[in-house]
T-cell receptor, first 115, second 112 residues
Framework: GAVVSQHPSWVICKSGTSVKIECRSL??????MFWYRQFPKQSLMLMAT?????????EQGVEKDKFLINHASLTLSTLTVTSAHPEDSSFYIC???????????FGEGSRLTVL | GNSVTQMEGPVTLSEEAFLTINCTYT??????LFWYVQYPGEGLQLLLK?????DKGSNKGFEATYRKETTSFHLEKGSVQVSDSAVYFC???????????FGTGTLLAVQP
């Protein structure tokens, strides 16, 4: 099946700094990418939907200035957590879908720990 | 709005035991239903799906039947293996978007 890769898989940062997480589709063109956040023992919460070349659509309650999403090409989307704080510590997962399939393919996830 | 409820884990079973992970949903219209599996250190993978009532999705010995009358999509396997140890997510997709609504996930641990 198609491959979606996230980088980094884990990151530790100091409070107040910004962290960028990349999501790449390795063998297909991802017209739409989704960013999820997963809290311990909780379900994946959809944060935003991004379509290549346009602004991301954020879910209710997600701060767009806090979580900057860029989908500049058909194979790359980035999530930047700006001025991170300990409450932003979480597992962030991206998924992607292409033009030829409605199936979603998921990345391995990125664990962010803010000290 | 749409939602998915699945049984809390962890579920601990011995090898070759029968597995059931319950999943019920709330949705308007006729959603598609999915089970995803997340093995340790990997991303979520689609395990099986069903797109209409009474459909049965199956893969790798796992099965789930779309029951509209009980709004359920329980995951079953007749004989689990240690390699089935993973987190299982029930999910639904409704309407014209590709948005998936996930349950909380159920950790399955199979012991030899």
């Amino acid at each position: 099946g198609a491959v979606v890769s996230q980088h980094p898989s884990w990151v530790i940062c100091k409070s107040g700094t910004s962290v960028k997480i990349e999501c790449r589709s390795l063998d297909f063109q991802a017209t739409t990418m989704f960013w999820y956040r997963q809290f311990p023992k909780q379900s994946l919460m959809l944060m935003a939907t991004s379509n290549e070349g346009s602004k991301a659509t954020y879910e209710q309650g997600v701060e767009k200035d806090k979580f900057l999403i860029n989908h500049a090409s058909l194979t790359l989307s980035t999530l930047t957590v700006t001025s991170a704080h300990p409450e932003d510590s979480s597992f962030y997962i991206c998924s992607a879908t292409g033009t030829n399939t409605g199936e979603l393919f998921f990345g391995e996830g990125s664990r962010l720990t803010v000290l | 709005g749409n939602s998915v409820t699945q049984m809390e884990g962890p579920v601990t079973l011995s090898e070759e035991a029968f597995l059931t992970i319950n999943c019920t949903y709330t949705a308007t219209g006729y959603p598609s239903l999915f089970w995803y599996v997340q093995y340790p250190g990997e991303g979520l993978q689609l395990l099986l799906k069903a797109t209409k009532a009474d459909d049965k999705g199956s893969n790798k010995g796992f099965e789930a039947t779309y029951r509209k009358e009980t709004t359920s999509f329980h995951l079953e396997k007749g004989s689990v293996q240690v390699s089935d140890s993973a987190v299982y997510f029930c999910a639904l997709k409704g309407g014209a978007t590709n948005k998936l609504i996930f349950g909380t996930g159920t950790l399955l641990a199979v012991q030899p």
